[in-house]
């Protein structure tokens, strides 16, 4: 079995320490001291096309840039890595996002990869001038990609939902094949529409029980609509030479950031109707309760799982921290559980890449885990592969 390895474009700016902002969190809350321009977002993409990453995700919120457009260009500053492209059903018509990604096929074939944010953050949706609660965004969604699917197969499709219309919609072009569908949701709300509709089923960062228990949910559901569905899973990473220079690392993370800043990212993610937001934060409450939190070890969920990210990061708040085979073991422990796809980003995230590309890549050619890329010739003159073994 080979894994299948996605980065992340930080389209909201870089930095090498935490850049807040996400799920929950206000428009401009995110922004590093690095330009998220299109010729950084590039480099960051042209390697890791080298590495042999699948794709990068792109996100999509009013903290950030829009997905579709920095993508579209930075595919023309590269040349095989697809683009997992975050998107919020209901703020487009689902005629014209079936439209958008054939077109993206089109110019850029096999390249376009769908990531479903129906959204959990009612401030932000009302700001996009979307009034629905929760549930009925759900229903929505679920509506919305039966048209989708339905354009996909080349039918001319006439809908009548709850919430969506469309009379006799075609697509002039189809995309073949068909772009994968990535969603993730845990709510129960999340699970059906994920059955019904997902290739992909994503969830965050949690504990490997955790992780286990979501698959099992989801595959269930899956088997009722006799479907089967992958999983995968959106965590951060920090790697090194050794442990104690990857917590150190983490360390370092920590001491730039105060009590206030904090206790002011916290307070925006309580608002948030996300399940997985909430599952987030409980993996640091108690340490952020005792004021422990500064303390890197104290946030560390299982061996290497590390929720110091979250403190003030909406989203994905978990990262791989350790030497590279001990990176590489939790990765081989999500992969027996069932995750087949690694969605990863680091700060910044052009240098984490490289940390990770050249330590932990090997690490999983070595156990068969993964084959895609350019291998290493040798370890000889590789500076971050020093004590890797």
Sequence with gaps: MSLTLHWFLPTYGDSRFIVGGGHGLPAGAAGGD???SIGYLASISRAAEDFGFTAALTPAGAWCEDAWLTTAMVARETERLGFLVAFRPGLVSPTLAAQMAATFHRHAPGRILLNVVTGGEPVEQRAYG???????????????????????????VTFRGKHLSVDA???????LPTPPIYFGGSSPEAGPVAARHSDVYLTWGEAPEAVAAKIAWIRSLAADEGRNVRFGIRLHVITRDTAEQAWAEAGRLLDALDDDTVAGVQNGLARSESTGQAAMRALHEDRRTDGSWRDPRSLEVVPNLWAGVGLVRGGAGTALVGS???????????ADLGISEFVLSGYPHLEELYWFGE??????????LFDAGRPAASSTGQPFLAGAR
């Design 34 to 36: 690095r330009d998220a």
């Design 130 to 156: 979307d009034h629905l609660d929760k549930a009925a965004r759900y229903e929505r969604t679920d509506e919305f990609l039966t048209v989708v699917r339905g354009l996909w197969r080349g039918e001319t």
């Design 169 to 175: 919609a075609h697509l002039a072009t189809v995309p």
């Design 324 to 334: 590279h085979s001990e990176v590489a073991d939790l990765i081989q422990q999500y």
């Design 359 to 368: 330590g932990v890549i090997p690490e999983l050619r070595r156990r068969g």
